[in-house]
């Protein structure tokens, strides 16, 4: 279990509670999925290898989860992260802290009852990690809500986060560049004298019509220096290209090997557009993420439609390589840059 002190403790037990739990996140059928991770991992890695042709070294440790520690994890890596800034501005608030880790809580609290599973690249402390896991009580009460058959979701499952893991484990630049991100979201993350200017300047222009106020990067982006929301775009960029090759490797290699793959899609795609989280996605930011899914798919789908699949191994070449936003909505313009 991950271990956190001050504020952080407490918002752990908040997230958890807003997460809740699901019965069958206790009983049997958890040790049955915990049981089965391993050998999924094991049957699945080498179907991905040989499609995206990214080899990871061995095989990374794999987890079973409950809601509640899907928040604590996350919130220690939150933890980490303003650590790190408090140090590069030389702020020291636990008054703010305070404030950090509650609204943490409650934004994972939420997440918590709709995530799957997730690969861990970096522990709580920002060390290296390499871990798969199943967040149990939403694996097991999908499959049951929606009939799904075990076996197969799991597989499904599994087949994204091991496609994860080759983009992190088998490119040797891309861990590297990720953190890079992170760290200098971190750096600018310090508010400064002219955001309340940016505020008022940027509801101005909501008024006249000519942008929404609060556009995909949530309310961070209506204070967020030029500096701050280039970095963001640029994170955005990267991951719209990891999750849509993520689910297009997913789909692709789900219709060749489970049967009920078309339904399962349906039905994740209709959950991730539920219209009763609209306003919540548009606040908090995370818009940007269920959009990153659907952008970066059309984008893998572009370039393989207009090159070939083997056009895309120059996607990981490096960091230059990497689309821009611009890129990923016009496929043709990063073959002409790129290619």
Known sequence: MTELAGPWSLAALVGARVAGSDPLGTSYHRDALAEELPTLIDEVAPLVAEETRLI?????????????????????FMAHLVGKAEDAHGVQSAGAEAVAAMESATLLGV?????????????????????????????????????????????????????HRAQFEGVSWMRDYFLSLVDGLVGASGMDAQAFERMLRRLAESLRGERPLIDERGLFGTIASDEQRALIDKVQALMSLLEGHGHVVMDRIGERILPTQDRMSAILKQRRNDP???????????????RQYEDGERFVLGVEEIAGWDAL??????????PTLEEVADPQRWLDRVA
């Open 56 to 76: 990871g070294p061995g095989s990374p440790d794999a987890q079973v989860i409950d809601r509640g520690e899907w928040v604590k994890r996350n919130l220690g």
């Open 276 to 290: 009763r989280m609209a306003l919540f996605l548009r606040i908090t930011g995370l818009e940007m993420k269920f």
């Open 313 to 322: 191994d120059a996607v990981w070449s490096g960091p230059d390589a990497v």
């Open 111 to 163: 997440l918590g009852r709709r995530v799957l599973g997730q690969y861990e690249l970096v522990v709580p402390t920002g060390e290296q990690a390499d871990s798969v896991f199943l967040v149990a009580d939403n694996v097991l009460h999908m499959e049951r809500n929606h009939q799904f058959i075990p076996r197969e979701f799991r597989t499904w499952i599994v087949l994204h986060e091991c496609t």
